[in-house]
């Protein structure tokens, strides 16, 4: 039977290097909102010989999403789903960075756990930003909503990402969502498996993408300086990562988080985050 792997935010640098690797043998399914980017994506993956297909698909809606994995369900068997459809704080509002980066999550999970079986697995792209709250101040409270209430998750982390100075709102809602993703998949693992199926996130660093070229006209290189790594990443090494992730070989792994960011964190000090937060 053919195996079928979704990729969310199929036509973005991360996604449609992860889809040229599970191609090799699986049939893939682009998902992503704009349909011409589709058509471009599908026949790039083409020309490499790697079989896809296309979805419009809006992952805020949970409609939208069960529609897109039913169209997967009927090319194959879905065993792998890559979640990186995102959007940084450049992007949008907090609310809107919430809904999809947050609430996207939630239903690709939903979706993708109704689709589990034995070896399936999903992966979800959180962000680096996502390890830069401190855990004493993660509103756990908030992202339990989440298990009961989605709603409720998205109201709460709206408000909280717009209780300070108006400018700061985008990016702490990209942080609180980021950090949401990991908490949540890492909750979610044990339903995953129940059903022999895993479920993770991968967080990468600053990465050579067109999300991270915006980024970076805001000042994000600054963040190199704190990195082992003084480079940008490659989207063809976080998607080496990604197809790993969700591949049979890592078979055991779940209910984690995997950090690629050329070391960022690990040098990042709390005198280094006040100046990133300064501006400095």
Known sequence: MTQTAIITGGTGGMGLATAAILGRDHHVVLADLDGERLDAAAEELSTAGVGASTAVCDITDRTSV???????ARTGRVRAVVHTAGVSPLMG???????INALGTVHVTEAALAAAGPGSALVSVSSMAGHMLPSPLLPRRAFRHALTNPARMTASLTRLATLGPGAAGPGTAYSLSKAFVIWYTAAMAAAFGEKGARALTVSPGSFDTDMGRLEKASGSERMLDFAALKRFGR???IAE???FCAGERAGYLTGTDVLCDGGTIAGLTLKGMIAMARGR
Do not use: C, D, G, H
């Open 66 to 72: 069960e529609n897109l994995f039913a169209a997967a």
């Open 93 to 99: 509002s907090p609310e809107r960075i919430i809904r």
């Open 241 to 243: 990562l990604l197809a």
């Open 235 to 237: 989207p063809e090494e």
